[in-house]
């Protein structure tokens, strides 16, 4: 499988991410970037340091000179590029992780000129790699900045208003990053915290760090069960967050209408799979509510092209532009859904007021790589033409994949963009309708897959 992706490049260590692959991928990438500085940090994987230093000789060999953040969370990484660092202004940043990957996985997330590198350009960056010597060695060039520590003092002095809060808050790091930056802020506003898993340790020895499996927040459930008013959850990398209530573990969509509540006439960016809940509630308050594709690069491009507040993904990724700079940062979402506890708002029954739907989790269905887009495409042509006993269509969203809206809720099916997985969703005001909505197109896939 190739290591270029969509929105990254992933692969397993040594097999796919060695020094010829790597030094390979800086210089490439060298050529790609048109100033002289690039900042570069990791994970807490134990092989992130050694990927560091294949890199850097790779960007080095292209000209760039490398500012080094050390072990920090991506969006750490990401808040360099907004900096001056002794004078310098990073013209591009890459962060060498594997985000909630098993811990064999690293892979590199790439910003340049503050925007996601992604897509076509990672598959011509992958492309030119393949036929490319090995490039020259050439003298190291590399600086220490000080990211994780005018990233902590970002933070307080941003919600110094949060200080002497009593809410009991827990958290879980999953032994990700979060942990390098979290208990500092948390400390210096004087917060009531206990955390778990804190300490970065890339072999997770006590769960995988994806806080969007409910196995995985197990122990932070039993934490703030017996001495907790709030709970959160991080991934690998700190890009994305859980939110946990006694009543409530709150999805990336209904986080999103939380935040928006205390932002004026927001313009809000979904991906597909989010709830229509969302979308119809954001409308109802006078917000704008804007449909996109799924991934954090994808998000990231259309709120710059709208000029968006805020942004989500059902998984956890959060991106603030309101007060903020347009990224997906967990830490910093963390702290203003601590604003609106701080502020009174009762986040439980805020979720209570909303209309009741029944939503399937993401559902995955296994393909291949070849397969994938193919099937999609399959799938809407079926469409145009259902069978007798099929739901009755409203309307459909193409954006990525096909969202089906119905009499009484929707149904999804896209093509992962990571993995060789179809992802289905489905919500009704119904639960039978669900139900219904997912056989029905279930049967599509299938016989789509058949006519192949």
């Avoid at 499996?213 to 690998?236: P, S, T």
């Avoid at 969509?253 to 004026?264: R, S």
């Avoid at 313009?267 to 996109?292: F, I, P």
Wanted: hydrophobic share 35%.
């Amino acid at each position: 499988m190739s290591i270029y992706r969509e929105y990254d490049i992933r692969g397993i260590y040594e097999k796919e991410l060695n020094e010829e692959s790597v030094t390979k991928i800086g210089y490439a990438l060298a050529s790609k970037i048109n100033g002289e500085y690039v900042a570069v940090g990791y994970d807490a994987r134990s092989h992130s340091p050694i990927l560091f230093e294949y890199l850097v000789a790779g960007l080095n060999a292209g000209g760039k000179k490398v500012l080094d953040m050390g072990l920090v969370p991506t969006p750490v990484n990401y808040f360099t590029n907004y900096q001056e660092w002794d004078g310098i202004v990073p013209s591009a940043s890459v962060m060498i992780t594997g985000s909630h990957n098993p811990s064999e996985y690293n892979g590199f997330k790439i910003t340049v000129d503050k925007a996601p590198f992604f897509g076509e350009d990672i598959y011509a960056l992958g492309r030119e790699c393949e036929t490319m010597q090995m490039p020259p060695k050439v003298q190291r060039d590399v600086k220490k900045i000080e990211a994780k520590e005018r990233y902590i003092d970002f933070m307080v002095n941003e919600f110094q208003h949060l200080k002497g809060m009593q809410t009991k808050i827990v958290y879980d790091c999953g032994n990700g990053v979060a942990g390098v930056v979290l208990p500092e802020i948390f400390e210096k506003l004087g917060l009531h915290v206990k955390g778990i898993y804190v300490e970065p340790d890339g072999t997770f020895p006590n769960h995988h760090p994806d806080p969007s499996v409910e196995e995985n927040l197990k122990d932070v459930k039993a934490l703030l069960e017996k001495e907790g008013d709030i709970a959160f959850a991080y991934d690998g990398d700190a890009d994305r967050i859980a939110v946990l209530t006694h009543k409530n573990n709150i999805k990336g969509d209904m986080m999103a209408l939380l935040y928006a509540m205390k932002m004026d006439k927001p313009t809000v960016v979904g991906e597909v799979k989010c709830s229509q809940v969302m979308y119809d509630e954001l409308e109802r308050r006078g917000a704008k509510a804007v449909m996109y594709k799924t991934g954090h690069s994808n998000l990231k491009v259309k709120m710059k092209e709208i000029n968006a507040d805020l942004a989500c993904e059902v998984s956890g990724h959060v991106f603030f532009k309101n007060r903020y700079f347009g990224y997906d940062d967990a830490i910093y979402a963390t702290l203003r859904m601590l604003e609106l506890v701080h502020e009174g708002i009762d986040l439980d029954a805020e979720l209570a007021k909303l209309p009741k739907v029944y939503s399937t989790e993401e559902i995955k269905v296994q393909t291949t790589e070849a397969q994938k887009f193919k099937i999609i495409e399959r799938v809407k042509e079926l469409l145009q033409n259902p069978p007798a006993d099929f739901p009755r269509i409203k309307d459909m969203i193409d954006v990525d994949g096909v969202r089906i809206n119905f009499e009484k809720g929707w149904g999804l099916v896209r093509a992962s963009n990571t993995t060789p997985v179809l992802v289905t969703r489905f919500e009704s005001t119904d639960k039978e309708e669900a139900k219904r909505y997912e056989t029905a197109i279930n049967d599509l896939i299938n016989k789509a897959k058949e006519s192949l």
